[in-house]
């Protein structure tokens, strides 16, 4: 081609492409002032991108509609009806996330500030596209002159917002959940307010052209604390570590006696066996030839013996049973056996008739144990109610003592901001050099409560980790705590004053522990009263007893004595013819008790020789004092415990009836809060543009900074006293451990 000869487009075709020039960049430049006004809107680097995001995903379903309806795209007319798109589609975003920061702002946690924004938006976000779409037909369904055009931009607009609306709905809010994530990551190592402060610096920074950055400003370090290592920390979390790790919970969990001592008082129906095995040599001296040859009787005995003693339960019946073997020899003459030995069985029992009988000492230790045992478990449920309202109190301690901090630190960046504003200005001649002093001097009497409230944030923090931390070595002790719950996630209690109430008599524990005390000086008045009856006992016993040994060797000294004359006298009856005398005598034993052991366990067992005895027992205790006393102070007691019983109802009345104010009042003092806080900060930016024209100064600025870091405290305070409020009414209405899921075991 001869070099005067050149290509490119004319006519239709180069107005296109300069037109498709022109969009692109008024493209680029709709999502830079979007993102610059949306960035001034909400003060945040991060929300922009969470509602533009939103952008990209509309387009698509804008070429969609064209396709689908069949029309040309027109690159002028299909590009207008985009960066109408754009607008619309932004709008529905903003209503979302302005929703959602603002319950955020009130205390809400995320996710249900998510959920509950989503909800609230999506009827407005409905009309307005329907509005939208429906005054979009006429333009796509119009005839005529310039029909055409206005059809394609209607078509864009009708089809990209009805397509994508479900889309970005549900996008919008993912979006910004994951960037909240992003933004509170330990990635950044800062916490939430450093980042606010962060980014207010950097602002102000902007705002003014002064080099801020110059100066570091940072917290100082905490002893103890790595400022590299943060826990995140939400209440059921700290509730649990508690009922895990607390120490006060583990002493009383150690505590055992209760069930021991019942054990020890069942001991006393324990059966007793005794065994008494015994040997004994006696020489005893004698007055008489007739009881032991040279003045002394020899004796051996040898016993085995055997002792059974059971008590029952029932009714004080006393059951025993003996089993006695003595084996004995003797030096005596006149001992027919000797050695012999002698057993004997005798089972009794003895049956209270009067006192002891429907209650004694034994069988009331064991009834008071065991409802002891149930006070020890009352007292464990106590102690575990008081641990979970001391972490619940301590938790929300530690959420105003960091919000307060944040207000703190806040009001310090604000007096600094003020004060590099004052510079500027008396640089430039428009302000009176002696502004400097007050502004420095706010700023130092501002860091001197912000150091202050650290110390607060350190000393509360130190309390909730005595209560969650399982010893002195626990890896919590090193960490800070990042409180994630900021307003109770319990269910708003019952309104109604009789119900709740009502309900307080039948589960607090205190109750439940003075009944239990009743019942124990119950026990003790019935054995009181049964001591003062006189005692009867009816008493019997059966016993069978044998014996057995073998015959002395020799003769009765007696008849050895007379055995010469009997001798003489049967001779001379022999020469006289007569019939010789018989030796006298005195008989001689059985066969049944000649033998040995076995001779005489067979005369036990055979019954020969039985014994039976029944009898009454009579004990009477003259006046009996000490049984009067002891009933008179179990009824005094029993007083003492009802009059207990009506000043802890009493008592939880007023509890219940405060804790109720206590929220009524709360929730009325963070609307209050929060009205005032906006209308501070309306003031404070009000003063800070006329401070900039020239019409206040700097004390009314640093005045408003103070008005507003105030209002904040307050709102910071009333929600406190509201989570605190809802800690009682539970502690009161005995639901602290139902409201948290807690079952003791």
Not at 83 to 108: M, T, Y
Not at 425 to 454: C, F, K, N, V
Request: net charge positive; aromatic share 8%; proline share 4%.
């Amino acid at each position: 081609m001869p070099p005067e000869y050149s290509t490119g487009l004319f006519g239709r075709s180069k107005e296109f492409g300069r037109a498709a020039k022109s969009y692109i960049l008024a493209f680029v430049l709709s999502i830079v002032f979007m993102y610059m006004v949306l960035a001034a809107q909400f003060e945040s680097f991060i929300d922009p991108v969470t509602i533009l995001i939103s952008l990209p995903l509309s387009a698509p379903f804008a070429l969609l509609s064209l396709v689908l309806t069949g029309e040309n795209f027109s690159i002028i007319y299909t590009s207008v009806g985009i960066l109408i798109l754009f607008g619309i589609v932004k709008k529905n975003s903003i209503l979302q996330i302005d929703h959602i920061k603002s319950l955020r702002a009130e205390g809400v946690p995320r996710l249900e500030a998510i959920i509950r924004g989503c909800e609230d938006r999506l009827r407005p976000i409905m009309m307005t596209t329907a509005a939208l779409v429906a005054g979009m037909i006429p333009l796509a369904l119009g005839t005529g002159a310039g029909a055409g055009s206005r059809k394609t931009v209607a078509i864009v607009v009708i089809g990209g917002q009805t397509l994508c609306l479900l889309l970005t709905l549900l996008v919008t809010p993912v979006a910004y959940s994951l960037f909240d994530d992003l933004a509170h990551a330990r990635l950044f190592s800062f916490s939430s307010w450093k980042l606010r402060r962060a980014v207010g610096t950097l602002i102000i920074g902007f705002a003014f052209g002064a080099p801020l950055f110059a100066q570091k400003f940072t917290a100082p370090p905490r002893v103890g604390v790595s400022v590299l290592a943060q826990r995140k920390l939400a209440l059921v979390e700290a509730i649990e570590m508690a009922l895990s790790s607390n120490l006060e919970i583990e002493v009383e969990r150690t505590n055992k006696a209760a069930a021991e001592n019942i054990r020890g008082a069942l001991g006393t129906f324990d059966p007793s066996l005794r065994w008494l095995p015994a040997i004994e040599a006696r020489n005893t001296p004698t007055g008489s030839v007739l009881q032991g040859a040279g003045g002394k009787l020899a004796e051996h005995f040898h016993s085995q013996n055997f002792y059974f003693r059971q008590r029952t339960p029932w009714s004080g019946l006393q059951f025993n049973m003996d089993f006695e073997n003595n084996r004995a020899s003797s030096s005596n003459p006149f001992a027919t056996l000797s050695p012999f030995t002698t057993s004997r069985l005798l089972i009794g029992f003895t049956q209270p008739l009067f006192r002891d009988r429907l209650i004694d000492q034994s069988r009331a230790e064991i009834k008071i144990r065991r409802k002891q045992l149930d006070l020890s478990h009352e007292e464990f449920e106590l102690k575990a109610i008081d641990v979970v309202a001391r972490v619940e109190l301590a938790y929300w301690d530690l959420v105003a003592a960091r919000q307060d901090a944040a207000v703190k630190a806040d009001t310090v960046e604000w007096a600094r901001a003020q004060l590099a504003r004052n510079k500027r200005l008396i640089d430039a001649g428009t302000l009176a050099p002696i502004e400097i002093s007050a502004s420095e001097a706010e700023l130092q009497r501002r860091l001197d409560t912000w150091y202050s409230s650290l110390q607060t944030v350190t000393e509360v923090e130190n309390g909730l980790k005595t209560l969650v931390a399982a010893n002195r070595g626990a890896e919590i002790w090193s960490e800070e705590i990042v409180t994630t719950d900021l307003r109770t996630l319990v269910a708003d209690p019952s309104d109604d004053l009789r119900e709740t109430v009502a309900s307080a008599m039948k589960a607090r524990v205190e109750l439940r522990r003075v009944g239990t005390r009743t019942r124990i000086n119950e026990v003790q008045k019935l054995q009181a009263a049964d001591q003062t009856k006189p005692q009867v006992n009816l008493v019997a016993s059966f016993a069978n007893s044998g014996l057995g040994g073998a015959l002395r060797p020799g003769e009765n000294p007696f008849t050895a004595s007379n055995a010469l004359l009997y001798d003489r006298v049967n001779r001379l009856s022999s020469q006289a013819g007569l019939a010789p005398l018989a030796p006298a005598g005195f008989g001689t034993l059985p066969d049944t008790l000649l033998g040995g052991y076995g001779t005489a366990l067979g005369n036990v067992f055979s019954g020969r020789y039985q014994t039976a005895q029944v009898g009454l027992a009579f004990d009477f205790t003259i006046r009996n004092r000490a049984a009067e006393s002891a009933l008179a102070q179990t009824t005094i007691a029993e007083r003492r415990l009802k009059l207990e019983r009506e000043q802890l109802e009493q008592g939880i009345e007023a509890q219940v009836r405060n804790a109720m104010q206590a929220i009524q009042t709360a929730r009325q003092r963070i609307a209050a809060a929060a009205a005032g806080e906006r209308a501070a900060k309306d003031k404070l930016e009000s003063e800070e543009r006329l401070f900039l024209t020239g019409e206040s100064t700097n004390f009314l600025v640093l005045t408003r900074q103070n008005e507003f870091a105030d209002s904040r405290r307050r709102h910071v305070a009333a929600d406190l006293e509201l989570n605190k409020a809802v800690s009682r009414l539970l502690h009161a209405a005995g639901s602290t451990l139902p409201a948290h899921n807690v079952t003791l075991k």
